[in-house]
């Protein structure tokens, strides 16, 4: 069984950066993928940015496009979300989730093997 724990988040003015760590513990496939997820009060959970696991593919949402990296540390068993250039509207929780079977970039919550307890991040003007 996979076992997902968020670190990183924290408060930061616009135009600041964080960056987001998923520790990832148990076995997984070859083909598994880490997907960063956020949520915002009053709004549906969204795919941010996806990472295969094995290959290192990576794939991301038009909002974050050019500001997010995600990339993984297999010697760590972990991954890495870079935030940069940071706006208020990037305040949310974030979340890790793994999925054992991806393909392309991965938006739906809904078919996750498992998740992490998430980090808040908030970005103040």
């Known amino acids: 069984q996979v076992h997902l724990v968020e670190s990183g988040g924290g408060s930061v003015q616009a135009g600041g950066s964080l960056r987001l760590s998923c520790a990832v513990s148990?076995?997984?496939?070859?083909?598994?993928?880490i997907g960063w997820f956020r949520q915002a009060p009053g709004k549906e959970r969204e795919g941010v940015a996806t990472?295969?696991?094995?290959?290192?593919?990576?794939y991301y949402a038009d909002s974050v496009k050019g500001r997010f990296t995600i990339s993984r540390e297999l010697a760590r068993n972990t991954v890495y979300l870079q935030m940069s250039s940071l706006k208020p509207e990037d305040s949310s929780m974030y979340y890790c989730?793994?999925?054992?079977?991806?393909?392309?970039?991965?938006?739906?919550?809904?078919?996750?093997?498992?998740w992490g307890q998430g980090t808040q991040v908030i970005v103040s003007s």
């Open positions: 989730a793994m999925r054992a079977r991806c393909s392309g970039f991965w938006s739906n919550p809904e078919s996750a093997d498992a």
């Open positions: 990472i295969y696991m094995s290959m290192g593919n990576t």
């Open positions: 148990g076995r997984y496939s070859s083909s598994a993928c």
